[in-house]
């Protein structure tokens, strides 16, 4: 990967867009300005000294963190993302594990550090004056890397109560980001949104590299949120956008909020690539979407230890929903006795920091810890292995039932989980958010799972909120939802 990514380099426009920076007012930085001022940054990097190899980089969204990456890069330094909104307690725990780092921060990361070693204000980017001969420069570092070495550090978002440190080479960046698309033949006409969070993989391989390695553009709108989903569509159309990578809660949102006509006014005339990730896409929000807007969305599947594995594409859309898609090239798999997905990828993470690494992995494939299903050489997550609810003997599989409840009229989320009751028997509550009347929606739910999946899986306790809690990243934060449940005295069960 590493010679095709210096002759991508070598036959690439420089003075071609790369980045655009909305949040510093549409700011455009053509190859030649970006790397220019990366060039800049590299050598500031650099001057810390080699010993110090890790750049902590406790930053929001920005085109400063973005130019973070590549600057870091062409220094040889490791990239440590840490989430700047994360608490004072974990930023300090994470950095205490780091062995003397570079600490990089901006504004709000700031304030959650007792000392760091450099703080980039707004526009500081934009006011670097770019290195000469950025092209010839940037080339000549990127020759100089070893794609082999340890590059990122991410660290998950610890909806298990356990933070874990994952470190990735250039190369498996490059090589999954070239496998997924190769998919889609992604390239140079491609424009992407970033929306993710700039310190999580997803806001990192599919917002970043992915577009970078097959010579795309990148629009900054910055970390996604309720607010920004107002004006998502107006932004799209500004800044003719026509790659993104969603989560199934920012669909939801944008549903709510959105301008729907902008919307189907530019989807009608443009092809889109809409990709979806960190968290299953249930079918209820595929179709509420996709029939507001007359344009599919393709569900995917990864992990930060594996990255992508799965997506779906225009040939398994045809199948029907339900599943994550077609396996890339590249991707080994088998099962384990509990149906648990096993895989070996060419982009495998070099291990955690602070987890016994070899524990995770079984004959040199890795544990997922969800439950699958192949058909057809189509890929299904049915749940998760440490998730399973074991009643009347029965493994009962959460996401299987959260599949049937999201398609239920008046269900707006759900989460499942389990609790004992007094006599320690696993009990199955559903957890969901509705504008209807609760015991309507309830007992239609109770009606539905019963015909589709058996009585066996009927919802013992129902729980209404407002909504389902999230991480940072968009998923459901299912620990967050079962401790809500059990402070609430909804638990007296016999």
Same mark, same amino acid.
């Given at each position: 990967?590493h010679?095709?990514v210096?002759?991508?380099?070598?036959?690439?426009?420089?003075?071609?867009?790369?980045?655009?920076d909305?949040? =510093?007012?549409?700011?455009?930085y053509?190859?030649?300005?970006f790397?220019?001022?990366c060039?800049?940054?590299s050598?500031n990097?650099s001057?810390?000294?080699?010993d110090r190899?890790h750049?902590?980089?406790? %930053?929001?969204?920005?085109?400063?963190?973005?130019?973070c990456?590549?600057?870091?890069?062409m220094? #040889?330094?490791v990239a440590s993302?840490?989430?700047?909104?994360k $608490?004072e307690e974990?930023?300090?725990?994470?950095?205490?594990?780091?062995n003397?780092?570079?600490?990089?921060?901006?504004?709000?990361g700031s304030?959650?550090?007792? /000392?760091?070693?450099?703080?980039?204000e707004p526009?500081?980017?934009?006011s670097?004056?770019?290195?000469?001969?950025?092209?010839?420069?940037?080339?000549?570092l !990127?020759?100089?890397?070893n !794609?082999?070495?340890?590059?990122?550090?991410? !660290?998950t978002? @610890?909806t /298990? #109560?356990?933070?874990?440190?994952?470190r990735h080479?250039?190369?498996?960046?490059?090589k999954?980001a070239e496998a997924?698309?190769?998919?889609?033949d992604?390239?140079?006409?491609?424009r992407?949104?970033?929306?993710?969070p700039?310190?999580y993989? &997803? @806001?990192?391989?599919?917002?970043?590299?992915?577009?970078?390695?097959? =010579?795309?553009s990148?629009?900054?709108?910055g970390r996604f949120?309720?607010?920004?989903?107002f004006?998502?569509?107006?932004?799209?159309?500004?800044y003719?956008?026509?790659? !993104?990578?969603?989560?199934?809660s %920012?669909?939801?949102?944008?549903?709510?909020? @959105?301008?729907?006509?902008v919307g189907?006014?530019?989807?009608?005339?443009?092809?889109?690539?809409l990709f979806i =990730?960190?968290?299953?896409?249930?079918?209820?929000?595929?179709?509420e979407?996709?029939?507001?807007? /007359?344009?599919?969305?393709?569900a995917?599947y990864?992990?930060s230890e594996?990255?992508?594995l799965?997506?779906?594409t225009p040939e398994?859309?045809?199948?029907?929903g339900g599943?994550?898609?077609?396996?890339?090239? =590249?991707?080994?798999?088998?099962?384990?006795?509990? $149906?648990?997905?096993?895989?070996d990828?060419?982009w495998?993470?070099?291990?955690?920091?602070n987890e016994?690494?070899?524990?995770?992995?079984?004959?040199?494939?890795?544990k997922?810890?969800?439950?699958?299903?192949?058909?057809d050489g189509?890929? /299904?997550?049915?749940?998760?292995?440490?998730?399973l609810?074991?009643?009347g003997?029965?493994?009962?599989?959460?996401?299987l039932?959260? #599949?049937?409840? &999201?398609s239920?009229?008046? +269900?707006?989320e759900?989460?499942?989980?389990? +609790?004992?009751?007094?006599?320690?028997?696993?009990?199955?509550?559903?957890?969901?958010?509705?504008?209807?009347?609760?015991?309507?929606?309830e007992?239609l739910?109770?009606a539905?799972?019963a015909?589709?999946?058996?009585?066996n899986?009927l919802?013992?306790l129902?729980?209404?909120?407002?909504?389902?809690?999230?991480?940072?990243? $968009?998923?459901n934060?299912?620990?967050?939802?079962?401790e809500?449940y059990?402070?609430?005295?909804f638990?007296?069960v016999?």
């Amino acid at each position: 990967m590493h010679e095709t990514v210096i002759e991508r380099l070598e036959s690439w426009d420089f003075t071609k867009e790369f980045v655009v920076d909305v949040l =510093g007012g549409g700011t455009s930085y053509s190859y030649e300005s970006f790397f220019g001022r990366c060039l800049l940054l590299s050598e500031n990097f650099s001057s810390y000294g080699k010993d110090r190899t890790h750049l902590a980089l406790v %930053m929001e969204n920005s085109v400063e963190l973005l130019a973070c990456y590549f600057g870091a890069l062409m220094c #040889g330094k490791v990239a440590s993302a840490i989430d700047p909104l994360k $608490g004072e307690e974990e930023i300090c725990k994470i950095l205490e594990g780091i062995n003397d780092p570079i600490v990089i921060t901006d504004e709000i990361g700031s304030k959650k550090l007792n /000392s760091f070693d450099m703080k980039m204000e707004p526009g500081y980017f934009l006011s670097l004056e770019p290195l000469a001969k950025a092209k010839e420069n940037t080339i000549q570092l !990127f020759a100089n890397r070893n !794609f082999d070495d340890d590059y990122l550090l991410t !660290f998950t978002s @610890g909806t /298990s #109560g356990n933070t874990k440190g994952v470190r990735h080479t250039l190369n498996n960046l490059f090589k999954t980001a070239e496998a997924f698309n190769a998919m889609f033949d992604l390239g140079a006409d491609s424009r992407f949104a970033h929306l993710m969070p700039m310190t999580y993989m &997803a @806001g990192i391989l599919n917002s970043i590299f992915q577009p970078f390695v097959c =010579g795309a553009s990148i629009v900054v709108l910055g970390r996604f949120s309720p607010i920004r989903a107002f004006s998502f569509w107006q932004l799209t159309a500004q800044y003719k956008i026509n790659t !993104f990578w969603l989560s199934p809660s %920012m669909l939801t949102i944008i549903l709510k909020v @959105g301008n729907h006509k902008v919307g189907q006014e530019y989807c009608a005339a443009h092809q889109l690539h809409l990709f979806i =990730g960190t968290a299953p896409l249930h079918l209820t929000t595929r179709q509420e979407f996709e029939k507001m807007y /007359s344009a599919k969305l393709y569900a995917s599947y990864g992990l930060s230890e594996t990255l992508y594995l799965s997506v779906e594409t225009p040939e398994t859309l045809l199948l029907g929903g339900g599943n994550v898609g077609k396996l890339l090239k =590249g991707v080994q798999y088998k099962f384990g006795a509990d $149906g648990e997905f096993l895989v070996d990828v060419p982009w495998m993470f070099l291990g955690y920091t602070n987890e016994h690494t070899p524990d995770y992995f079984a004959d040199n494939y890795y544990k997922t810890g969800d439950l699958a299903k192949i058909e057809d050489g189509i890929l /299904s997550i049915v749940g998760r292995s440490k998730d399973l609810i074991i009643k009347g003997s029965m493994n009962i599989s959460p996401a299987l039932i959260e #599949g049937v409840v &999201a398609s239920v009229a008046g +269900v707006e989320e759900c989460s499942v989980f389990s +609790v004992l009751s007094k006599q320690k028997e696993e009990l199955i509550v559903l957890g969901y958010a509705s504008a209807e009347n609760a015991a309507e929606v309830e007992k239609l739910v109770s009606a539905t799972v019963a015909q589709k999946l058996g009585k066996n899986y009927l919802i013992d306790l129902f729980y209404k909120v407002p909504a389902i809690p999230k991480n940072i990243n $968009g998923k459901n934060d299912k620990k967050a939802l079962k401790e809500s449940y059990l402070k609430s005295g909804f638990n007296n069960v016999g």
